[in-house]
């Protein structure tokens, strides 16, 4: 497993994502993108719990390269982050043909009003405030994984 990048901005790629080898196979897994590492163990913890596999990347360039590799069935992504953030991401997931129809669900902990709107507008599914409530982060991936 490849280190986890350090907050000072610099950026390392695991193009097979986080997780252990044979977990996550293509197509068969979450994808969390977060910069925060405790938020990608915490979900990828809950979501583990309840026999779902997550994979973890830790920027939008790491999570679009991670999503083009393993075709995720659901995209959690965090929207401030470095390297242009969760708008960043959807905009080329959207923009792909081999990722625009996988699932987008925008985590954040801004209350600005207009974001989910915004992020409506850019292709994202649902829309969730940090912290995280285990059991509706669930239901959510759960109801997108249908």
Known sequence: MADQPRKSGQLRYDLAGTSP????EEG??????DDDPDITRFVGAVLA???ISAISAYDPIQGFLVSQRRQPR???VDWHMPAGGGAQLLRKLR???KTATI????VTGDAAPNLPAEAAQLGAK???HKPLDADRLVELVEKLTR
């Open 95 to 97: 923009d792909n043909p």
């Open 103 to 106: 699932p987008v669900v925008v």
């Open 49 to 51: 719990s309840r026999g």
């Open 74 to 76: 659901v995209v959690l």
């Open 126 to 128: 649902l829309f969730m």
């Open 28 to 33: 068969n897994c979450i994808l969390v993108v």
């Open 21 to 24: 080898a044979g977990e996550g």
